[in-house]
């Protein structure tokens, strides 16, 4: 039986292709994009993206009512976060003052700040990065250590305890920007915009076991 993977649709992120890479990379699972939480929950792996900005996202998952089916997936099964979908499973973030997230890492989500000895680095960071590997991982297979990708982003997640951190980017400082830990994987990048390596990550996920 093929398997499925969802991607979480709470109205927010780059969904159709995120999508259309998925099928590319894994051409016998079904894709679903789906914001019903029984579609979310009875899938495989799940896929939760994301882009803007963490208030209106926790807004939106509230609204759509995928709290807690995105916090089963993440306990449960293989689990993909990108960018906000990053973010948002962080405790809290800077963003606005103060943004209540998620809470199912422990940690926060800061501002970069503007460096005037380097004004070459603007707010937001927008581009290709290079990402180092500190940690070993089945998602890093056929990608090399220090690869770029591509990010766009103002916040940065910083967790407290350092086994979550699978992956690090300088940018106005060094910052984490992938997290890892038994079933999850979680990137600050987007792989879906990453070209071939990015392609590589996704093919990694929807063929990974768990062990």
Known sequence: MAETIAVVDYGMGNLRSVAKALSHVAPKSTVQ???????????????????????????????????????????NKPFLGICMGLQVLFEHSEENAGIPCLGLVQGDVRGF???????HCKIPHMGWNNVQQVAAHPLWHNIADGAH?????????????????????????RFTCVIARDNVFATQFHPEKSADDGLQLLHNFAHWKLT
């Open 113 to 119: 700040i503007k460096d005037p000895d380097r004004p």
């Open 149 to 173: 990708f591509y990010f766009v982003h103002s916040y940065y997640v910083a967790p407290e305890l350092a086994q979550w951190n699978a992956g690090e980017t300088d940018y106005l400082n």
């Open 33 to 75: 994009v789906s914001s019903e939480a029984s579609v979310i929950k009875n899938a495989d792996r799940v896929v939760f993206p994301g882009q803007g900005a963490a208030r209106d996202c926790m807004k939106h998952l509230r609204s759509y009512e995928l709290q807690d089916v995105v916090a089963d997936a993440f306990y």
